[in-house]
């Protein structure tokens, strides 16, 4: 295979990942349990089929995705908090930075990220802030990863993604602004599928507590 033909099916496969989350965004506000069975089946289906899948090209046939049920009260709306002041943000080494101490990374550094404010959310035992971050270096975009109390277990140890707008995930904003946060969308980044893919993951800051059973699962 040529560098030429892999750079083709990337593009495709992102190209395809962005064209199901617009079919989704206007399904999902009439009904968001069918618009999640249309993302759940097609995106197993791309899993399974497409040439530039992050599951490993043995185990592609024969891939099921797995997810908890819907369920509406996982799925939030929440306004775009902006931080004290931003923030760039890279691993551990040249000292603290506000609010957000390092972003991990599966292989690597990660790429610089931004801190472009926080979602509140509501969750057993208080309230939550979840730092939403700008990839500043790629194709930009909001990015949301997340950890919870089913990490290591249900889900990828590292932490899922919510949000990641570089690739078009996202089920888009209220008339008002707030961002749709869709829980049973989450979804695990491609380094769960295979460690040769290097993910940016969830900083300490984004762990919670509590366990979110929604969304991707892998056992």
Known sequence: MTVQTELLELADWRRRIA???AEVRRASAADPAAAHATWRGEREALYRSHPASPVPIAERA???ALHWPY????RRTAALEEPAAPAILVPAQGGAVPSISFIPASVGAPPPLELVGR???AVPGGTARLPVLELMEYAGGIFLPFGDATNGGATYGAGRYLLDTAKGADLGATAEGALILDFNFAYQPSCAFDPRWACPLAPPEARLAIAVEAGERIR
């Open 119 to 121: 979602v509140a959310l």
């Open 62 to 64: 024969g891939f099921r």
């Open 19 to 21: 064209e199901l989350y």
């Open 71 to 74: 369920a509406d009260a996982w």
